[in-house]
């Protein structure tokens, strides 16, 4: 069974700061993504990766398949980046695996 | 507007009551699924559709919930005598993947239907 683990589960940071949130996995995957969930529960998918890395404005994120890890960074964060950032895995029949989320909160 | 669509946005229900549970996908969308998310928990799989057929129901808790999309569009869950812990955000998504050189296609969230079973 694949396990979706993120970490850290909660994170409280000051504006300004660089943000990373971690996700790893355990087993071979198609594909891995980075969703924003803020609250009312409407999700956004940020980035769809399944090697190296990707950039959108402020957000970056990276992948290593070997290590079957990926990190997601902001920069120069925001209050308003302040929600649930969830990583999730792929497979080739497109079933998706989610992790329990970080929570996010940027201070002003 | 263009992204998909449920309906309703809240659902509160009495055990033991039938609920139906609506998702509008993207036009033009051959996949969709269906998500359960408990609170503080990340979303579940619970079944996928390709255009009508339903390819996977294996996250589906019990015979209580029973989904569909017979024209392959509109979808609707199903949730037959409710029960407290069915309490969650169910959520839909639908995808252009149609098959397997296409899979992988990123998928569009609706913003959730919340279900209290009181």
């Known amino acids: 069974k694949n396990e979706v683990e993120q970490s850290p589960q909660n994170l409280t940071a000051q504006e300004g700061e660089f943000i990373t949130i971690n996700c790893s996995y355990s087993?071979?995957?198609?594909?891995l993504h980075w969703l924003q969930q803020h609250p009312g529960g409407g999700i956004v998918s940020l980035f769809m990766?399944?090697?190296g890395k990707k950039k959108h404005g402020r957000l970056i994120a990276t992948i290593n398949i070997q290590e079957k890890h990926s990190s997601l960074h902001i920069t120069a964060s925001h209050p308003r980046d302040s929600a649930v950032y969830i990583c999730?895995?792929?497979?080739?029949?497109?079933?998706?695996?989610f992790g329990k989320g970080t929570r996010l909160h940027i201070l002003p | 507007g263009a992204g998909v669509s449920q309906s309703p946005r809240y659902k509160v229900a009495k055990r033991g009551q039938d609920v139906a549970l609506r998702c509008d996908p993207i036009?033009?969308?051959?996949?969709l699924f269906w998500y359960q998310q408990a609170l503080g928990q990340g979303p579940e799989f619970l079944t996928y559709?390709?255009?009508?057929?339903?390819?996977?129901k294996s996250g589906l808790p019990s015979d209580r919930f029973f989904a569909e999309r017979p024209e392959g569009s509109v979808s609707t869950l199903k949730i037959q005598r409710t029960q407290q812990e069915d309490s969650a955000v169910y959520l839909c998504?639908?995808?252009?993947?149609?098959?397997?050189?296409?899979?992988?296609?990123?998928?569009?969230f609706g913003d959730g239907t919340r279900l209290s079973i009181l």
């Open positions: 998504a639908s995808s252009l993947s149609r098959d397997s050189l296409t899979f992988n296609q990123p998928q569009h």
């Open positions: 087993v071979g995957i198609s594909a």
């Open positions: 990766l399944s090697s």
């Open positions: 999730a895995v792929s497979f080739k029949d497109d079933k998706i695996i």
């Open positions: 036009s033009g969308h051959v996949s």
């Open positions: 559709f390709q255009n009508e057929a339903q390819l996977d």
